[in-house]
C-alpha cells in the first residue's frame, strides 16, 4: 500500500471510473462508477455480494458503508491483511479470504458479483460463466470491468517484465460474451468507457509524478519510472483507441427498466 495509495484516490481502485467531464475530481469519478455498479446490480443494504480480487478494498468499503455484505477474495496477503484492517476500523458488514479464485467454494449463493479490472488476470471466461451459474442467486448480476483489444490479448514484452510478471491478458471480448451467453446469461449492458479510462490513468500518472520525489527515495528510481511509463503510455494507446476499456452487466434474466 505504501508504493500505490500515494498515488491512487480516496477510493484506492485499481479499474477506471466514470468521469462527467475531463476534469472531473477522481475519486468523484470512482464514486460514480462505484455506485453504478451497485444500482445496476440492484444491490441493498443486507444482501450479499461477490468481489473477486478486491484489491485495497475500493468497492468493499464503498459498497459495504451503504449496508451491504461484500464478500472479497484476494491472491495477496498484504492486501488481505490491509482490507482486514479497514474492515475492523470501520466495523464494515464485509469479510475479506486469502484465496485463489480457481479454488474458492462459496458457502451459500450470492445476490451478485463484481469483477473490476480482474478479468484481465483471470482469462478463464468458460470457469468465470460456469462459477457465476452455480454461485449467484437466479436474479443475481454480474458487474465487470475490464481492459480489451481488438485482435490481441497478449500485453506487451514491457508490460510482463515490469508491471505483471504473472498472468495478465487483455479481455478477449468475443470469448467473454460468448462464455456467458452460453451459461444462460443476458447481456444487459456493454459500453465502452475507453475514454474513462483515459482520464483515469492519466489522473494516477499526473498523482505519481507529483510524488515520485519522494517515491523514489524510499523504492529507488527503477519500479516508479516502470510505473511513470507504463501509465503514461496507457494513457496514449487508450486516448488514441488502440486499447479499449468497457464496462459489462448481465444476468440470467432479462434486463429491469
Not at 55 to 75: D, K, N, P, S
Request: include cysteine; charge should be negative; aromatic fraction near 14%.
Amino acid at each position: 500500500p505504501e508504493f500505490f495509495l500515494p498515488w491512487f484516490e480516496r477510493w484506492r481502485s485499481y479499474s477506471h471510473g466514470f468521469y462527467a467531464t475531463p476534469d472531473t475530481a477522481p475519486d468523484e469519478a470512482q464514486a460514480q462508477k462505484l455506485q453504478h455498479a451497485i444500482d445496476r446490480l440492484g444491490l441493498k443494504p443486507g444482501m450479499e455480494v461477490f468481489d473477486m480480487g478486491c484489491g485495497w478494498g475500493a468497492f468493499l468499503e464503498f459498497a459495504a458503508l451503504q449496508g451491504i455484505h461484500v464478500h472479497g477474495i484476494t491472491i495477496s496477503p498484504v492486501q488481505q491483511a490491509f482490507v482486514q484492517k479497514l474492515i475492523d476500523e470501520k466495523q464494515l458488514p464485509a469479510r475479506v479470504e486469502l484465496v485463489d479464485f480457481a479454488d474458492f467454494r462459496p458457502e451459500r449463493r450470492f445476490d451478485g458479483a463484481v469483477f473490476m479490472g480482474t478479468l484481465e488476470h483471470f482469462s478463464q471466461f468458460g470457469y468465470v460463466a460456469r462459477f457465476l451459474a452455480q454461485n449467484l442467486a437466479p436474479d443475481a448480476r454480474l458487474y465487470a470491468d475490464f481492459c480489451s483489444a481488438r485482435g490481441v490479448h497478449q500485453v506487451g514484452a514491457f508490460l510482463a517484465k515490469h508491471i505483471w510478471p504473472g498472468t495478465a491478458n487483455y479481455v478477449d471480448l468475443p470469448k467473454l460474451t460468448a462464455a456467458l451467453l452460453r451459461e444462460g446469461f443476458n447481456i444487459h449492458e456493454l459500453v465502452d468507457d475507453t475514454q474513462n479510462y483515459a482520464y483515469t490513468v492519466r489522473d494516477w500518472a499526473d498523482a505519481l509524478d507529483r510524488v515520485h520525489p519522494e517515491m523514489e527515495a524510499r523504492w529507488g528510481r527503477e519500479p516508479v519510472r516502470a510505473f511513470q511509463l507504463f501509465l503514461r503510455s496507457s494513457q496514449y494507446f487508450l486516448s488514441h483507441n488502440k486499447v479499449q476499456g468497457y464496462h459489462l452487466v448481465a444476468g440470467r434474466e432479462p434486463a429491469r427498466a
